[in-house]
């Protein structure tokens, strides 16, 4: 069987004015990065604002096994598909972070024939916009600490410092340091650590952002640390958001690639939604919504991260209302979650299937909290059984939910035209009625308890007292009408990682909580997630180098 | 008077594809990276290798003042007159560092009408090459680290890891720290630091690297540091190289982009030359060196630092032989090397400029010991008098060396056309017999006493015991053919900054060596320089923002 990479090597793309075109973006809108990515230029975004705007379908899924799920091959599937049927249709994806890349899950522009291309420079570099956010979040950090050496003007305390570095990689080792040592030339010793780019406020921000100006201004507002009596000190303080801005300008021009059936997809930004609110830029979906009559965009991980996030805090501070919900699972991955370990997956389990079956249908209870009509793509495996999928397809109808297999990592479109069929079914209807889970006035505390109860399905949430107070420090200061953007596990409802399925009745344990002032939310960090992955024992990166051609090996 | 960027602002640019088919490149060689940049393809690149080769000039500098000499800026000058008198011209410079931008010098794109465009693209993140550069440096450091973590297989020591990681920023803060810390699952506490990535072996080696083998090549043989029994372990057993290449890969491929006057120049790679070797990409200048008749390229500060390593590191690994050599100086600086303030430089002193007078002086002589013709460019200010010129011109031509006054700053080509005839002159007498200061085979700690002794006028190098004892060891690993890259301060032709002019009698002292296996050199660090800079008490960056067209203002 063909690899990903071997697939998408073989692949003829068009040039990517061609696409463009057919996208409604002219030739002047373009700023190529080679023949085959482009960034749609911020006034050209600009002034399709006031456009006729295109339905929004999100597309999210079951909690996520080592089975793999495939959210994003069926994004660009049912994108596809519903381009192969004549609506005109964008896809909108993040950008892939280097660390997976290295560490264990590899790329992420999709798989089979369902990818996004070209996949080797989309999954690398592509237009360098995660380190324009890597370098603007540590030119702010560098002006911390030149702050603290050159006399502390502003009277920040060193120990006081939220504000951490960032790099896009997995690096466990840079975690927990000791900065500033070798002496009073050499800076100021204090504690210090680095997150992955993509757990950064400043990707958060540059998602949120609706322009350049909300950007900086955005940017101003970011709180480094306090003063010993509690204050705040800000980017702005520092006079760092300009500087700042003007290294994520370039960036924030949404990214346009292709889909190898070239369909037009636009990849841009990509905060990871375990340890972030995990959707692309809102730049990038609202250029697709004034371009295209439906725009299909992906939330990262499971319903109950990714979705939740999409909806509580991207939809709101864009002023978004999806349409209608995909909620992508698969046999093999409901099995694991009903106790079946990966190597027994090939053997037809029903017990098993019915056991895991809840995990699914909690999430897709969990979207109409939010309004949306969903719809299931059942993503098929060859080892899949046809009881095994009338099982599922039984449940779901029970919930007045339909589910449709899917076989587009194989088949592209052609795998994910019933699924379009269904989708667009759902969109003729009308029904979705988007919603919110918590209103902004809700208490930052009681709006943790609401995702607790209402989407993880937890008996209580867990608030230390050093949690709580400075959760009512954020409400003091004037922060209570923040969001809240949960950062733990994404293998289960609850924050322990081997709860499968659909558990009950556990407690949220928040174990610190981080005031993100520019991005506009409180990240409340749950059990043991990490802000910086780290690698696995035998890397991908290993495996990845340079063939005699100059091409690109071992990169999936 | 306008600033740099009014000036840049105001230029009409032409599309790059036409600047690169002057230049002989078609446009099947170009990767577009938006309209005014390109990457100009290792395939072309390759092909090329054996069509006529051009003549090389060198431009090279007194030791650096406050006053600043304006190198590139004469490069670039030098590039458009000889393009403007018919010489086809190509014009090699260096990529600027974030560093920098954001701290005290400014960009690194020129000034006034000798500038190469778009300037803020330039200084900023250009095509993304630092970023790469910093990626694979630090892909390398996160492996090292997860070796240790998972059980350190190749028994190495982590007290004895010499591989720093890096960024491209100016940050003292990350100088010297313990990382790893937070108990067992958190890493392995260790000391640890970042060096800016100007002055990382990646980016030494990125430069030296003559096609992706050799660089996939070069990155295996790096050395991370050492097992109890002092054996090397390199990035090959860690099995990291095909990683950094292929992060790299792209990145090798130079860039194009035009001066103001639509000369073609190469941009590519930009190690510093206080504390790494300090010229543009060996990939550029072979690809400038097989397109045009002359090629001009800069090497970065004084002459002792840039041209010593331009002509003992960069030529000889290239097998580049340099035909002619420009030193930049000014009457401005030079009055600063004779003790007048900068504040005093608006006043004729002849007095001054005579004791200033040797620091050109003996650049002057040493570019001789290279077999280098020189021709010296007096870089005008309108505070210069004629008595001043005269000075400087009459001391130089008891030298047989011909002092060029120019205004390319104000005037663009036509300021430097008499420049542009002189060098024409030099390359038609044909007296170069270029020639390394230094054979390979002479032991190390030999090498760097001919350079402090023939180029710094050193009586003597200190070699502390255990510095000593470290070159033996490379020696004794089969490291004793290698170059030797000083890193020292850029202001004195001594180790300390202080002292100004021509001292004599002074003693270097050598503080560390760094084996750089990949790049092929020692690094000897000699007196108080830093591998990371600090930024000042008020950074430029401080005043870098967007107006309210989106545009960046503040960028100098």
């Not at 201004?217 to 009596?229: A, E, F, T």
């Not at 439906?294 to 805090?313: M, N, P, R, S, Y």
């Not at 994404?490 to 709860?499: C, E, K, N, R, V």
């Not at 506009?520 to 749950?526: H, K, L, Q, S, T």
């Amino acid at each position: 069987m063909a690899t990903d990479l071997e697939i998408a090597r073989a692949a003829t793309l068009r040039p990517i004015a061609e696409i463009a075109a057919r996208a409604g973006i002219p030739d002047s809108a373009l700023e190529p990065y080679g023949k085959h990515k482009a960034k749609v230029s911020l006034d050209f975004a600009a002034e399709q604002g006031t456009k006729p705007q295109g339905k929004l379908v999100l597309v999210t899924g079951i909690s996520p096994t080592a089975a793999g799920e495939g959210k994003t091959t069926t994004t660009i599937g049912l994108g596809d598909a519903l381009n192969a049927r004549g609506t005109r249709t964008m896809i909108c994806l993040r950008e892939p972070s280097l660390g997976p890349c290295f560490g264990v899950k590899g790329g992420a522009a999709g798989g089979g024939r369902a990818q996004v291309a070209p996949m080797e420079d989309i999954n690398l570099h592509f237009t360098g916009d995660f380190h324009a956010i890597t370098s603007a979040n540590n030119l702010l950090a560098a002006l911390v600490d030149n702050h603290l050496y050159w006399g502390n003007e502003l009277g920040l305390d060193p120990r006081r410092v939220t504000w951490r570095r960032a790099m896009d990689m997995n690096d466990r080792n840079l975690r927990n340091m000791v900065v500033g040592l070798g002496g009073p030339a050499q800076g100021v010793p204090r504690e210090d650590g680095f997150d992955i780019t993509v757990a950064s406020e400043v990707m958060a921000i540059f998602c949120l952002a609706s322009g350049l100006d909300d950007l900086q201004d955005r940017l101003g507002r970011v709180i480094v640390g306090q003063r010993r009596d509690g204050t705040a000190v800000t980017a702005r303080d520092l006079k760092a958001d300009g500087a700042m801005a003007v290294l994520l300008r370039d960036a924030l021009a949404p990214n346009l690639v292709q889909t190898l059936e070239g369909s037009p997809a636009l990849v841009h930004g990509g905060p990871f939604a375990n340890i972030a609110h995990g959707c692309n830029s809102v730049m990038a979906t609202r250029l697709g919504l004034s371009l295209a009559e439906v725009v299909v965009t992906e939330a990262g991980f499971g319903a109950d991260l990714g979705a939740e996030k999409f909806c509580d805090i991207k939809c709101r501070a864009a002023g978004l209302a999806p349409s209608a919900c995909v909620v992508v699972a698969t046999v093999r991955a409901l099995k694991m979650h009903g106790g079946v370990a990966k190597a027994d997956l090939g053997r037809e389990d029903l017990t098993a299937l019915r056991a895991g079956l809840p995990n699914l249908l909690c999430h897709v209870e969990n979207m109409g909290k939010f309004g949306l009509p969903v719809v299931v793509a059942l993503n098929s495996f060859t080892s899949d059984t046809a009881a095994e999928i009338a099982l599922v397809r039984d449940a779901l109808s029970a919930l007045g939910t339909e589910a449709v297999p899917c076989t587009h990592w194989a088949d592209g479109a052609a795998g994910a035209s019933a699924l379009a069929e269904a989708v667009g079914r759902l969109l003729g209807e009308g029904q979705a009625r988007f919603r919110p889970l918590y209103p902004a006035e809700m208490p930052l505390a009681d709006k943790l308890r609401a995702i607790a109860r209402e989407i993880y399905r937890a008996a209580d949430v867990s608030l230390p007292a050093p949690v709580a107070a400075r959760l009512d420090r954020f409400e003091k200061a004037g922060f209570g009408g923040s969001g809240v953007c949960v950062a733990k596990t994404q293998y289960s409802f609850s924050a322990d990682p081997s709860l499968l399925g659909a558990p009950e009745g556990h407690t949220l344990p928040v174990r610190e909580v981080r005031l993100s002032a520019g991005a506009g939310f409180v990240v409340a960090i749950c059990g043991e997630v990490m802000t910086m992955p780290g690698l696995p024992r035998r890397p991908a990166a290993e495996a990845i180098r340079l063939d005699a051609e100059g091409r690109i090996d071992g990169l999936f």
